[in-house]
């Protein structure tokens, strides 16, 4: 076989063997003065013809020397570096031959005693031994300068905690992993490679004391994308669109493991789903879709946030948002709902929100508050799931604190009160505050619905900011919901928090709470309750009226489902009932979240 023939089968081979690139490297020149410059030329010099011809070659065939050596003195002699030197990869590093064969042979390359990373040099032995080789140059430059110290590990790990934290409100683990010279803008950078779990998912993060340079997933999964979203950052008073990168199953619309849109394209003021091949949902506020893709993106946004403090997603299957829902009354648009089971979602959980008649409210799908005080019930409803009384309030109260607390913002729905309106508590301003002054049992708050009663909870909670770092009083709010039961009332929910507290903070900040629940009203509930002593708790003192007897806990229980009996009914608040009897299938419907514009027609 003549070189011709050899050149015009390995460059058909070239064009086969993937998006790797012949790895070139020029070589050493006589006389180099300066052996720290590396130069990687264009790939369109040859070097396996030589190889053909070469000493190496000749030495392997006549059995002097295995390939693998062969190959690796090639290399290092032919590649001028001191420097620079190719290693063969050891089997055990998981690179063998699938087949178990001596056809390839796989290089490392190393400076001084660092990895290039990423820097791959294959030599493929072809059936008539001939060898060619590839590699994936990776825009390799002339490296003038390389640096010789590696940068801090502390402050590498720092920029990679900073770059996630900014990215993800999710809890992670981060380890050291190794170091190597990355190629970045015509240098070899010394860098850090952190293992990262997060989202229960592996990555790997490549950083210096500087900045983060790449970061790459280490799992593949069936059909899975990356989808792009542009949305308010908040709502609709922000200036500024801003994108995000959210996971998606891949089937061209907003769907993941977390959610799924629906749209209601057979309602009145229903539209069709967003769908778009590559995954790049980025609309302007003037495009229908605009809204799906908001609540989808702020859904996932509030899921991260809570993860970051502390949430597990242990749920069976997505939630439905369920928008453009049709509810009657003032057209039905100027409502969400948390609903635990929907039939209509064969007993999916749904997060059902209108789109606002631009009367009584509006922009509800392009706020982020409005899906995050949802799916701050779905967190809830873990352990608290009753829709009456003491409960309710308390579901509505820290369901808005987590709203409040993800966007460092008192207000409720800063762009959903239209001018005018007096559905909002705040008129033209906000749904619901938790800058207020309300205390328990006076006058101006023994008159509230239960919605606005819950302003109480949200605010009691607002006023420890002024002690507690917020993120922490997040996550201490957010645990406290483990220590509630069914119907939990105001005195569990302190206990709780002061609970939490004993296991996030070594009870550091018990009498912090006391005197915040203290503060707005809660005195005669905790007489016997010291926040010094705490092992001298008192068992309970609910109230009787919250107190239910067992067998009645336990069908509260099994019948969550349905989210608490149809018995109780006959407590709920007027409003709710006005609402079931129009709607009779709206008895599953738990939460009248944005009931006020209801509320205000009793
Ligand atoms: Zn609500």
């Given at each position: 076989?003549n070189?011709?023939k050899?050149?015009?089968?390995?460059?058909?081979?070239?064009?086969?063997?993937?998006?790797?690139?012949?790895?070139?490297?020029?070589?050493?020149?006589?006389?180099q003065?300066?052996?720290?410059?590396?130069?990687?030329?264009?790939?369109?010099?040859?070097?396996?013809?030589?190889?053909?011809?070469?000493?190496?070659?000749?030495?392997?065939?006549?059995?002097?020397?295995?390939?693998?050596?062969?190959?690796?003195?090639?290399?290092?002699?032919?590649?001028?570096?001191?420097?620079?030197?190719?290693?063969?990869?050891?089997?055990?590093?998981?690179?063998?031959?699938?087949?178990?064969?001596?056809?390839?042979?796989?290089?490392?390359?190393?400076?001084?005693?660092?990895?290039?990373?990423?820097?791959?040099?294959?030599?493929?032995?072809?059936?008539?031994?001939?060898?060619?080789?590839?590699?994936?140059?990776?825009?390799?430059?002339?490296?003038?300068?390389?640096?010789?110290?590696?940068?801090?590990?502390?402050?590498?790990?720092?920029?990679?905690?900073?770059?996630?934290?900014?990215?993800?409100?999710?809890?992670?683990?981060?380890?050291?992993?190794?170091?190597?010279?990355?190629?970045?803008?015509?240098?070899?950078?010394?860098?850090?490679?952190?293992?990262?779990?997060?989202?229960?998912l592996?990555?790997?993060?490549?950083?210096?004391?500087?900045?983060?340079?790449?970061?790459?997933?280490?799992?593949?999964?069936?059909?899975?994308?990356?989808?792009?979203?542009?949305?308010?950052?908040?709502?609709?008073?922000?200036?500024?669109l801003?994108?995000?990168?959210i996971?998606?199953?891949?089937?061209?619309?907003?769907?993941?493991?977390?959610?799924?849109?629906?749209?209601?394209?057979?309602?009145?003021?229903?539209?069709?789903?967003?769908?778009?091949?590559?995954?790049?949902?980025?609309?302007?506020?003037?495009?229908?879709?605009?809204?799906?893709?908001?609540?989808?993106?702020?859904?996932?946004?509030?899921?991260?946030?809570?993860?970051s403090?502390?949430?597990?997603?242990?749920?069976?299957?997505?939630?439905?948002?369920?928008?453009?829902?049709?509810?009657?009354?003032?057209?039905?648009?100027?409502?969400?709902?948390?609903?635990?089971s929907?039939?209509?979602?064969?007993?999916?959980?749904?997060?059902?929100?209108?789109?606002?008649?631009?009367?009584?409210?509006?922009?509800?799908?392009?706020?982020?508050?409005?899906?995050?005080?949802?799916?701050?019930?779905?967190v809830?409803?873990?352990?608290?799931?009753?829709?009456?009384?003491?409960?309710?309030?308390?579901?509505?109260?820290?369901?808005?604190?987590?709203a409040?607390?993800?966007t460092?913002?008192?207000?409720?729905?800063?762009?959903?009160?239209?001018e005018?309106?007096?559905?909002?508590?705040?008129?033209?301003?906000?749904?619901?505050?938790?800058?207020?002054?309300?205390?328990?049992?006076?006058?101006?708050?023994?008159?509230?619905?239960?919605?606005?009663?819950?302003?109480?909870?949200?605010?009691?909670?607002?006023?420890?900011?002024?002690?507690?770092?917020?993120?922490?009083?997040?996550?201490?709010?957010?645990?406290?919901?483990?220590?509630?039961?069914?119907?939990?009332?105001?005195?569990?929910?302190?206990?709780?928090?002061?609970?939490?507290?004993?296991?996030?903070?070594?009870?550091?900040?018990?009498?912090?709470?006391?005197?915040?629940?203290i503060?707005?009203?809660?005195?005669?509930?905790?007489?016997?309750?010291?926040?010094?002593?705490?092992?001298?708790?008192?068992?309970?003192?609910?109230?009787?009226?919250?107190?239910?007897?067992?067998?009645?806990?336990?069908?509260?229980?099994?019948?969550?489902?349905?989210?608490?009996?149809?018995?109780?009914?006959?407590?709920?608040?007027?409003?709710?009932?006005?609402?079931?009897?129009?709607?009779?299938?709206?008895?599953?419907?738990?939460y009248?979240?944005?009931?006020?514009?209801?509320?205000?027609?009793?």
């Amino acid at each position: 076989m003549n070189i011709k023939k050899i050149l015009s089968i390995l460059s058909m081979l070239y064009s086969l063997v993937t998006s790797a690139s012949y790895l070139h490297l020029v070589e050493r020149e006589e006389n180099q003065e300066s052996l720290k410059k590396i130069i990687l030329p264009p790939k369109e010099s040859n070097t396996y013809d030589e190889w053909q011809s070469g000493v190496y070659s000749k030495l392997h065939k006549e059995g002097k020397i295995t390939l693998k050596k062969a190959v690796a003195s090639y290399l290092n002699k032919r590649y001028y570096h001191e420097k620079i030197k190719f290693t063969p990869k050891k089997e055990e590093d998981g690179f063998f031959n699938l087949f178990n064969s001596q056809q390839t042979m796989t290089f490392d390359t190393h400076l001084g005693r660092s990895k290039i990373c990423d820097l791959e040099i294959k030599a493929i032995k072809r059936q008539d031994g001939s060898i060619y080789i590839i590699g994936n140059d990776q825009n390799f430059h002339t490296y003038e300068y390389i640096p010789s110290k590696w940068p801090s590990l502390e402050l590498s790990r720092k920029r990679v905690i900073e770059n996630i934290k900014e990215k993800f409100h999710s809890d992670f683990r981060i380890k050291v992993k190794d170091k190597c010279y990355l190629s970045e803008s015509k240098e070899l950078k010394p860098v850090w490679i952190f293992s990262i779990h997060l989202n229960g998912l592996p990555y790997e993060y490549y950083a210096d004391d500087n900045r983060l340079y790449k970061k790459e997933r280490k799992f593949f999964h069936l059909d899975g994308v990356t989808g792009k979203t542009q949305v308010y950052e908040e709502n609709s008073t922000d200036s500024n669109l801003v994108e995000y990168d959210i996971q998606l199953d891949g089937d061209g619309t907003l769907k993941n493991s977390f959610f799924e849109t629906f749209t209601n394209p057979t309602s009145k003021y229903g539209h069709e789903r967003a769908y778009s091949k590559d995954h790049s949902f980025i609309y302007t506020p003037s495009d229908t879709e605009f809204n799906e893709v908001s609540v989808f993106t702020h859904a996932n946004n509030m899921l991260s946030y809570f993860k970051s403090i502390g949430y597990v997603w242990a749920e069976t299957n997505n939630i439905i948002l369920n928008i453009y829902a049709p509810s009657r009354g003032s057209n039905g648009r100027n409502n969400a709902l948390y609903v635990p089971s929907n039939e209509s979602f064969n007993g999916k959980t749904s997060i059902n929100i209108g789109d606002g008649d631009g009367h009584d409210l509006q922009n509800l799908l392009t706020d982020t508050d409005v899906v995050s005080h949802e799916f701050g019930h779905h967190v809830q409803y873990r352990t608290l799931k009753t829709a009456s009384g003491e409960s309710l309030i308390l579901h509505e109260g820290i369901a808005d604190f987590f709203a409040f607390a993800k966007t460092d913002d008192a207000c409720l729905g800063e762009s959903i009160c239209p001018e005018g309106s007096d559905s909002c508590f705040l008129i033209s301003e906000c749904l619901r505050t938790a800058d207020n002054n309300l205390r328990l049992n006076d006058s101006d708050y023994s008159s509230m619905t239960p919605h606005h009663k819950s302003q109480l909870l949200s605010g009691m909670l607002w006023d420890l900011k002024a002690d507690l770092d917020l993120n922490y009083l997040a996550k201490l709010t957010q645990k406290s919901i483990d220590f509630l039961i069914v119907d939990s009332g105001f005195y569990h929910f302190i206990l709780a928090l002061m609970t939490a507290d004993e296991y996030l903070g070594q009870g550091m900040n018990s009498c912090k709470i006391y005197d915040a629940a203290i503060n707005r009203g809660f005195g005669t509930m905790l007489e016997n309750l010291d926040c010094k002593e705490v092992s001298q708790w008192p068992e309970d003192q609910e109230t009787t009226e919250n107190l239910r007897d067992e067998d009645e806990k336990e069908a509260l229980k099994k019948n969550e489902a349905t989210c608490g009996s149809i018995s109780k009914i006959n407590k709920l608040p007027f409003t709710f009932i006005l609402f079931s009897l129009l709607f009779p299938f709206l008895l599953i419907l738990c939460y009248q979240s944005f009931g006020v514009a209801y509320s205000r027609r009793t």
